[in-house]
């Protein structure tokens, strides 16, 4: 369990973190990419640490893969990369530096590791989990091919390296109902999220889909009633799901993809006013690239990704510490499941 008062006095001392309005307004640039959502009195709280992280990337050869849930100052401030988990796990299978620090949560970094068991990819707070990846153990997996013998396991790479390793193939909320329309069976297995599994279901109507009882504690509070106040309440507005939410929602929705997918539909259409029924950081993180764009409540905070922070952050390119292992017995099969899924992605984009 890390130290937090012990923490704070290492960094302290070698570091100058106290909030900077000089170095605020030195990184002006920077700052200028969430000019919206960011105040220059918060900037100038998280400058100090963006400058001391980026430096440390530097002395350390380390690249920072941060998911699109991230905060602003992480997604503008200190990542490298930035990305959905399809486009972070196929990153991560290019980073030459020897050091990755995953700004997600913990599947994401363990998939980092899998795809590159000789680097080091640091966890900023290995408490960081996921609703999903907890619901489901490799027993689980073992269960439902019991139940229904012969059907390929489908599993969405929110799931442990365990889990991963059991399965047939893994599946983003970006690829999913390609995969499953691909799998060369009649029933597919999809765990462990039923609301994706659902939502693929009604895409693939030729494939009989089954799914484990797992849900995402952010998507599955959005109701049908939450999206149809919001139209009644400003007219022409645009709503867009993630498919993590239930069925009854994304039918209300006019848009439903992987968070690079409802960057994209957001760019692409640019709405007066729009509401993502996702994670918060999201609208925030585009919100000044798309200055036209207005965009309406309600969001829910994911509270695993919002435990990475840039303390955390410098704390481990600091110490070190927080290296993700996985047993290579575990890891060669589950990188067998998650490289079957990049690779089968890239043949049917092509
Ligand atoms: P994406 O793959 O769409 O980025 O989703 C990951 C996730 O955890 C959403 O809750
Ligand atoms: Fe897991 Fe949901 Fe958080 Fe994504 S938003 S990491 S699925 S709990």
Known sequence: MLDVTAMRDELRAHYDLAPSMELAQAMADTHARMDRVVTMLDWAVHAPYVAAINRLKRERNAVVLAHNYMPPQIYHGIADFVGDSLQLAIRATEVEAPVIVQCGVHFM??????????????????????????????????????QYPGAPVVSYVNTTAEVKAASDICCTSSNAAQIVAAMDSDTVIMTPD????????????????????????????????????????HPGL??????????????????????????????????????????????????????????????????????????????SLHSMTGAVEVDPAVAEPARRAVQRMIDLSRQLAA
């Not at 980092?112 to 960081?128: Q, R």
Request: hydrophobic residues 40%; aromatic residues 8%.
């Open 109 to 146: 970094a363990e998939t980092s590791k899998i795809l590159n068991p000789a680097k080091t990819v640091l966890m900023p707070d290995m408490g960081a989990g996921c609703s999903l990846a907890e619901s489901i153990t490799a027993e689980g997996i073992a269960q439902m091919r019991a």
């Open 194 to 233: 039923k609301w994706l599994a659902q939502n693929v279901a009604a895409q693939v109507p030729q494939k009989r889909v089954v799914w484990w009882d797992g849900a995402c504690i952010v998507h599955e509070q959005f109701t049908p009633q939450d999206l149809r106040d919001f139209r009644s309440w």
């Open 238 to 315: 645009k709503i867009i799901a993630h498919p993590e939410c239930p069925p009854d929602v994304v039918a209300e929705a006019d848009f439903t993809g992987s968070t690079s997918g409802i960057q994209a539909w957001v760019e692409r259409e640019r709405p007066e006013q729009v509401m993502l029924v996702t994670e918060c950081s999201m609208a925030s993180n585009i919100s000044d690239s798309l200055p036209e764009v207005e965009f309406l409540g309600p969001c829910n905070m994911c509270p695993y990704m919002q435990m990475i922070t840039l303390e955390k952050v410098l704390w």
